[in-house]
């Protein structure tokens, strides 16, 4: 069984930075992939960024620029460092891994971009 915990969530004004984290336990793989979707209130819930076991990463349009996807394969965890934030980028934000064909999500981390 693979879970997943967030953390780095909070209240920053716009033009501000966070540092989200989530750490896996389980049995995961380094080659498994990894990413984070967001869903603000109402609306649908939406890709952010995937990184493979090798490094390579993608982006949804909306972040490119601003955010980074990372990870510690030793530490089975993901980061995505999110850089000049605006206010619609307020969204629960949850990290997920794709083992053996199986995604797996955490329960999210409230992000909230406001002055």
């Known amino acids: 069984q693979v879970q997943l915990v967030e953390s780095g969530g909070g209240l920053v004004q716009p033009g501000g930075s966070l540092r989200l984290s989530c750490a896996a336990s389980g049995r995961i793989f380094s080659s498994d992939v990894m990413g984070w979707y967001r869903q603000a209130p109402g609306k649908q819930r939406e890709w952010v960024a995937t990184?493979?076991?090798?490094?390579?990463?993608n982006y949804a349009d909306s972040v490119k620029g601003r955010f980074t996807i990372s990870r510690d394969n030793a530490k089975n965890t993901v980061y995505l460092q999110m850089n000049s934030l605006k206010p619609e980028d307020t969204a629960n934000y949850a990290c997920y891994v794709i083992h053996i064909g199986a995604r797996y999500w955490g329960q999210g981390t409230q992000v909230t971009v406001s002055s």
């Open positions: 990184i493979t076991s090798g490094g390579s990463t």
